[in-house]
């Protein structure tokens, strides 16, 4: 028999009082940048993970110690600003009754506020984003028994794709722009230690980055175009990353433009228009309703906020079976304490199923010279998305095997 349950069914185990429901509730802040730039990450994870605990609650909340206990949302916008994450970050550590956290789309605000809640020892999820160094900054300290954890394909694994994507269509002499923030400098950083991975094979012609807030990109365009790049590689947050593809078309400077997979939100899509079709992208999640396993997700999604297109689907779905780990971590503590909690996600012991796989173990106990050991995402979790006509399909049909089948991380 199969060391597997859906959490649902992990939910139902035991009957319950209303009184001890009413008096008993867990805690769960989610965070993110629900304005802004950066918003249709922000909004779509949350949400994703709101609608993950609805049905949470619904079924009666989660069996903690054999108590029914409710999950409360503690809700914060941190407008993708650093200083506001800082604030954020803060406020809800200082609550005393936060069990965990679910959020953070930008590197910056992850490196100004996390410290906080390592301080405390309150376990964070970061999803859907953030880059390498949010993770890093903790290995390269040396941290010990961190509670921060995360929940996307890394920025190591989407470069490394970026990267062989460009060989496999014979591109060799590249151009990398980027944005100026944390995120796209940590991007930059990933994309040119896996070109050295290659051992002089792909060559840079050219590195150029962008401000947030840009709208012409004509410069940096011109430079790569005389460089001779025959693919530009890119890294960033917002709709600059439209600046860029409607910049590319103007010129007529007709390469592939292969980047991080912010290139799959809507800001990107409905801004570039026609000129982002055929831009190539890592995705966890496609919006697909005949990939079996991401249909019903997507038409609760669809049903639940009123809208035919999800603004962000990696981001909803991360932010989904993010909440439904978290939730049978805390089964599994039989505790709302963070610490629980804690070396409960690093130690599960069921298959957790969700809309983009069934969970295994994602997690492992932190080693401080193994940053993977708090990633969840591994290389055959992330496929190749492409932009067509305003939504992402899978770059290679084949791969929608990927995604049907049930995936388990060790």
């Not at 406020?91 to 789309?105: C, L």
């Not at 990107?268 to 999640?285: K, S």
């Not at 939730?327 to 012991?349: C, D, Q, V, Y």
Request: proline share 3%; net charge positive; charged share 20%.
């Amino acid at each position: 028999m199969k060391a597997y349950r859906s959490i649902l069914a992990v939910l139902l185990a035991t009957t319950f009082s209303t009184s001890a429901m009413a008096a008993n509730v867990v805690k769960i802040a989610i965070t993110g940048p629900f304005s802004g730039g950066s918003a249709p990450m922000g909004v779509s994870m949350r949400d994703g993970a709101k609608l993950a605990i609805a049905g949470i609650n619904q079924n009666g909340g989660i069996n903690v110690g054999g108590k029914r206990m409710k999950i409360e949302i503690v809700e914060r916008d941190d407008e993708g600003k650093n200083d506001r994450g800082a604030l954020v970050a803060q406020e809800i550590s200082s609550m005393g009754d936060i069990s965990a956290v679910i959020g953070t789309v930008n590197t910056g605000v992850a490196l100004t506020g996390d410290k906080y809640y390592v301080e405390k020892g309150i376990v964070k999820i970061i999803t859907p984003a953030a880059g390498s160094a949010s993770m890093t900054q903790w290995s390269n300290a040396g941290t010990r028994n961190l509670p921060i954890f995360r929940f996307a394909a890394y920025d190591g694994i989407q470069a490394r794709m970026v990267v062989e994507q460009a060989i496999k269509m014979g591109c060799l002499r590249v151009a990398i722009l980027h944005d100026a923030t944390n995120y796209g400098v940590s991007g930059r950083d990933d994309l040119l230690r896996q070109i050295n991975n290659q051992g002089g094979r792909v060559k840079v012609v050219t590195v150029e980055k962008f401000a947030i807030g840009d709208k012409d990109m004509t410069a940096q365009l011109l430079k790569a175009k005389a460089a001779g790049a025959q693919a530009i590689l890119i890294w960033g947050i917002g709709p600059e990353l439209a600046a860029v593809a409607s910049g590319k078309q103007k010129l007529g400077f007709r390469v592939p433009m292969i980047g991080g997979w912010t290139l799959s939100m809507s800001n990107f899509i409905d801004t570039a228009g026609a000129a982002g079709n055929g831009v190539l992208m890592p995705q966890t999640f496609i919006e697909d309703e005949s990939i079996a396993r991401a249909k019903p997700f997507i038409q609760a999604y669809h049903k639940a906020y009123g809208v035919t297109r999800i603004p962000s689907p990696v981001s909803a779905a991360q932010g989904y079976d993010a909440a439904l780990l978290l939730a049978e971590a805390i089964h599994e503590a039989g505790s709302t304490n963070p610490s629980g909690i804690r070396e409960s996600l690093e130690n599960l012991k069921v298959a957790v199923k969700g809309c983009i796989a069934d969970w295994k173990k994602p997690w492992s106990k932190w080693d401080p010279s193994k940053v993977e050991t708090h990633e969840a995402f591994r290389r055959e979790n992330t496929v190749m998305g492409k932009v067509q006509n305003g939504h992402v399909v899978l770059a290679n049909p084949a791969d929608k095997i990927v995604l049907q089948g049930k995936m388990l991380n060790k």
